[in-house]
């Protein structure tokens, strides 16, 4: 059996890893053990090739650039430790097919089949190639991120001669500020793809082809045209004021996949036989009864937000301006002693209108 055992946070981004319950010394004891050692594994090349443009030859080798971090689980039969398996049977008779027996059928009417064999498609096979041509330079801005698809880091082969390209290929595109635009093949498909700088290296992204994109247009939920409501200039200044409050620069490790922590800390307490309450969460309430009234509604809220995070960040500033050259006084010991004087401020205010109501 495999359980999820809590990993040091400041070493990895994974809160938990699965590990083995039982060591080779415990065979047949059942009880967890979440201090097991982890496998590490190391990046391997899964393509190798080159990029060319014009004369240009760069040797690189494809790694992947993300991994998953989804939760899977087996079937078993309730009340039974036995897996449940899937297997390809026939339709008619109910019994195994074997994999030497399967052939492909592409329907061209509803219940009618055309039968290919393996063979026949083989022709179609875009040709093996290991060389990225680059048929354009585009501006990366110019590509919404609706048509990339999967992403891998580009690296260069060993040599001094490839190292050196790759680095040129980097500089003149980052100076740029463009993409290039080629086509892949791997695992007996074509891709097209897109190569462009990304933290100091090249990344190749595969996209998809323009006829796999849907437009807005194809939807007929979307309101366009005349069928939009028009929104008042109010309610889009308002709503642009909450915007402006609730941005900042974007940091991807303000965000977590909370249900994925949640779901292995569950697994891991019940791997080790405690009794687990899960609150009910409120109804949320779906129905704008007042367009206004929730745009003030979320604005207010938002300066509370905002005012409690550049309070924590200006407290938090002030404890390291000693580390800090005086050339940045805003983020001094002054702008924390600045803090308490605005929510004493909003306490008086609070305390001034509670006033005016009991007078009221």
Known sequence: MWVPCR????ASNQPFAWVSTTSQSEAGSSRPRFDAPLEVKVARAIWSGSISFGLVNVPVKLYSAVHTQGLSFHQFQEGTNARVRNKRVSEKTGKEV??????????VKKGQYVMVEPDELAEFNPRASRTIDIEDFVALDEIDPIYYDNTYFLAPDDSDGARKAYALLLKAMDDQGKVAIGRLVMRNKQYLAAIRPLDKALAVSTMRFHDEVMSPADIDAIPTGRSAPKAQPSEVKMASQ??????????????????RIQ???????????????????????????DLMAALEASLEAAKKTGSRSRSSSSSSSSSSSSRKSSSTPRKSSSAAKKAPAKKSSSTSRRSTSGSKRKSA
């Open 7 to 10: 990993l040091d946070t400041q």
């Open 242 to 259: 909450i915007i402006e409050s609730m941005s900042r620069e974007w940091d991807p490790k303000r965000y977590e996949d909370t249900y």
């Open 98 to 107: 074997p994999y030497e027996d399967i052939v492909k059928g592409y329907e």
């Open 263 to 289: 779901v292995l800390d569950y697994l891991k307490k019940k791997a080790a036989g405690e009794e687990i309450v899960v609150e009910e969460e409120p109804e949320e309430q779906s129905d704008v009864v």
